[in-house]
C-alpha cells in the first residue's frame, strides 16, 4: 500500500521537502538568534526563581512555594527581579483602587497598599533595611557593622527608620491626587526599585563568605542592563516621561547612596545592604513623584 506522500506531486514533495528544512535551520542556526517563544520563556523561568526565594509568604498560603529554593540560581535569573516586582505592584495599586472604591480614605488606602508590598516580599527587603541601618548609623569597623547586619532583630535606631521610611511611603501615596495616580506611583516605584537589586550584586563583591549575597553569586552585565531597562522602562509607561525621568533620578540616588554606605562600611553588598538600595530606591520614586504631582 503506498503512503500519501508516494502518491503526491514530486514538485509537492520537494516544496515540503525545503519547507521542512528551513524551519528546522530556524530552530537549530545560533545567528538567527532565540525565537519570541525562547524569550518570553527565559523571563517566565527568572521570574519563577525571584519569586520563589522573594515572595515565600504569598506562595506558601497559594501551595506554591518551593520546598527548598535555590539561592545560587539568583544571578542566573537577575532578570526576574523587576518583573516580580511589576507583579507585586500591580497587587498593590489594585489595592489602592479597591479600597478607594468601597469608600476607604486615601490615608487607609496607602497603608493597606504598603502593608500589602511588606507582606508579599515576607518583609525581607524592609528587614534588611532595618538591619543595614542599624549598622550602619552607629558605624564602627567592618567586623562590628557586618555582626549587625546579621542581627536576626534590629535595635531602635534601625527600627525607627524603618518606622519613618513606612511613613514616607504611606504619606507619599497618600498626598498624589486620586487613586490612579497613587496605583501608577507604586506599580512604578516598586518595579524600578527591585530592578536595582542586581546591579549591586554585580557591581558590588560579596563582603562575607556567607550570606545571600555570597550564595546569590554575580550576575552578568546583560542580565543587570535588561533588569535596569524593564524597571524604567515600566516607570516611564506609568509615570510619563518628566515624571518617570525624575523620579527615576531620584530613586537611583537612593539606591546609590545604599550601594556607597555598603561599600564603605561593609566592605561590599549584603543581603541587608540589597534591602536598603531596594527600600531606597522605592522611597526615593514615590517622594519625587508626590513632590511633582
Excluded at 17 to 32: F, G, L, S, V, Y
Excluded at 173 to 201: E, F, K
Amino acid at each position: 500500500m503506498s503512503s500519501p506522500d508516494d502518491d503526491a506531486d514530486p514538485r509537492d514533495r520537494q516544496e515540503r521537502a525545503r519547507t521542512d528544512a528551513e524551519a528546522q535551520d530556524r530552530d537549530t542556526d545560533p545567528n538567527r538568534g532565540p525565537s519570541p517563544a525562547a524569550i518570553l520563556s527565559g523571563w517566565w523561568d527568572s521570574a519563577h526563581v525571584i519569586a520563589g526565594i522573594f515572595l515565600r509568604p504569598p506562595l506558601v498560603l497559594l501551595g506554591a512555594a518551593p520546598k527548598k529554593p535555590d539561592e545560587s540560581a539568583i544571578a542566573r535569573a537577575a532578570r526576574g527581579f523587576p518583573v516580580v516586582g511589576l507583579g507585586l505592584g500591580v497587587a498593590a495599586g489594585l489595592v489602592v483602587l479597591a479600597a478607594r472604591g468601597i469608600g476607604l480614605p486615601m490615608a487607609v488606602a496607602a497603608v493597606l497598599a504598603v502593608a500589602l508590598l511588606a507582606y508579599g516580599g515576607g518583609g525581607l527587603f524592609e528587614a534588611g533595611f532595618a538591619r543595614f541601618m542599624q549598622a550602619v548609623i552607629p558605624g564602627g569597623t567592618r567586623r562590628t557593622v557586618l555582626a549587625a547586619m546579621r542581627e536576626r532583630a534590629p535595635g531602635y535606631v534601625g527600627i525607627l527608620l524603618l518606622v519613618f521610611a513606612f511613613a514616607a511611603k504611606v504619606t507619599a501615596l497618600a498626598s498624589l491626587p486620586g487613586p490612579a495616580t497613587a496605583a501608577a506611583a507604586v506599580i512604578a516605584a516598586v518595579t524600578a526599585s527591585w530592578g536595582v537589586v542586581p546591579a549591586l550584586l554585580h557591581y558590588l563583591p560579596a563582603a562575607q563568605a556567607k550570606g545571600l549575597a555570597a550564595r546569590a553569586g554575580t550576575p552578568r552585565f546583560d542580565e543587570v542592563v535588561l533588569a535596569a531597562a524593564f524597571g524604567g522602562a515600566v516607570a516611564l509607561l506609568f509615570l510619563g516621561p518628566w515624571t518617570g525621568v525624575i523620579a527615576l533620578a531620584v530613586g537611583a540616588a537612593g539606591a546609590f547612596k545604599m550601594a556607597w554606605l555598603a561599600r564603605h562600611f561593609a566592605g561590599g553588598v549584603t543581603g541587608a545592604a540589597l534591602g536598603a538600595a531596594q527600600q531606597g530606591a522605592e522611597i526615593g520614586i514615590l517622594i519625587a513623584v508626590a513632590a511633582i504631582a
